[in-house]
C-alpha cells in the first residue's frame, strides 16, 4: 500500500534552514509514512534548489506567491493526505508516530504546537496565543504546519493564488477547524527579532482583522513587507 503522506514546502532562499528541517523529516521514512517530498520555489538564487535535489525531493518552479507556490505544490501531491510545512520549521522529534495516530483515527485536519527558535517572554507569549486561537477560533498560523485530507483540501478550492493570508483562506473553508496536534513545531524567529515581539505580533493581529474587513491580500502583503 503507498504511503499516505506527501509533504509540500514552499521556499525562496532557505538554504540556512532547509537542511534542519529535511533532518527532522527522516524518522517518517524507516515507517513508510512519506510517499513523496515536493519542494515548491519561487525563485531561489541561493542553494535550496541543490538541497532539495540532493535529498530527493520533487522539485516544482514558478513566480514568488506562497500562495500560489502552496497550489502548484499540492496539485501534484500524490498521497491520501498533505502535510505542508514552512522552509523554516522544524517538527519535534516523534512527529511522525503522532501524523500516523491522527491518520488512523480522524478525518480532521491538524496542526502542530507553535514554538519559536528563541528564548523569552516575547516567544512564549506569541506562541501561546497562536495555540489558543488554534484552540479555541480554529485560527493557526501558517508557521504551524497543516496536515489534511487531499479530499478535503480540494473539497475547500485548495490554497488560492495570493501573496498573504492564503493559510487563512484555507482553514476557513474546512468543514471543521483544524484540532492541535499534540507535538511542537519550531520556527524561525528572524522577524519577531527584527521588529520586536510584541510589536510584530501587533501587527500580525492587525493584518488578520484588515483580511476580515476584506482588505485585498496584495494591499495588506505590501504593507506586511514595510
Known amino acids: 500500500m503507498p504511503a499516505k503522506l506527501s509533504i509540500v514546502i514552499p521556499t525562496l532562499?532557505?538554504?540556512?534552514?532547509?537542511?534542519?528541517?529535511?533532518?527532522?523529516?527522516?524518522?517518517?521514512?524507516?515507517?513508510?509514512?512519506?510517499?513523496?517530498?515536493?519542494?515548491?520555489?519561487?525563485?531561489?538564487?541561493?542553494?535550496?534548489?541543490?538541497?532539495?535535489?540532493?535529498?530527493g525531493a520533487v522539485v516544482l518552479q514558478g513566480s514568488p506567491s506562497r500562495g500560489g507556490q502552496l497550489r502548484r505544490g499540492c496539485a501534484v501531491a500524490r498521497s491520501e493526505w498533505i502535510l505542508i510545512l514552512h522552509a523554516d520549521t522544524v517538527l519535534d522529534a516523534g512527529w511522525s508516530g503522532v501524523v500516523s495516530d491522527h491518520i488512523a483515527s480522524s478525518e480532521r485536519a491538524a496542526v502542530f504546537r507553535l514554538a519559536f527558535a528563541a528564548r523569552g517572554l516575547g516567544p512564549a507569549w506569541v506562541a501561546g496565543w497562536a495555540n489558543l486561537r488554534t484552540r479555541f477560533l480554529g485560527l493557526p498560523y501558517g508557521?504551524?504546519?497543516?496536515?489534511?485530507?487531499?479530499?478535503?483540501?480540494?473539497?475547500?478550492?485548495?490554497?488560492?493564488?495570493?501573496?498573504?493570508?492564503?493559510?487563512?483562506?484555507?482553514?476557513?473553508?474546512?468543514?471543521?477547524?483544524?484540532?492541535?496536534?499534540?507535538?511542537?513545531?519550531?520556527?524561525?524567529?528572524?522577524?519577531?527579532?527584527?521588529?520586536?515581539?510584541?510589536?510584530?505580533?501587533?501587527r500580525n493581529l492587525w493584518t488578520l482583522l484588515r483580511y476580515f474587513g476584506g482588505v485585498s491580500p496584495e494591499r495588506l502583503a505590501r504593507a506586511y513587507r514595510r
Not at 532547509?18 to 517530498?37: C, H, S, T
Not at 504546519?145 to 483562506?169: F, N
Open 143 to 202: 508557521d504551524q504546519g497543516l496536515l489534511i485530507r487531499s479530499e478535503d483540501y480540494e473539497a475547500a478550492g485548495g490554497y488560492p493564488d495570493q501573496p498573504l493570508m492564503e493559510d487563512v483562506h484555507l482553514v476557513r473553508a474546512l468543514p471543521a477547524p483544524p484540532v492541535l496536534l499534540p507535538s511542537g513545531a519550531v520556527t524561525g524567529a528572524d522577524r519577531y527579532l527584527r521588529d520586536g515581539w510584541f510589536g510584530r505580533g501587533a
Open 13 to 55: 532562499a532557505a538554504e540556512a534552514t532547509l537542511p534542519r528541517v529535511f533532518a527532522a523529516l527522516m524518522e517518517g521514512l524507516p515507517m513508510g509514512l512519506i510517499r513523496e517530498v515536493i519542494v515548491t520555489d519561487g525563485g531561489s538564487e541561493d542553494r535550496t534548489l541543490d538541497i532539495a535535489e540532493e535529498v
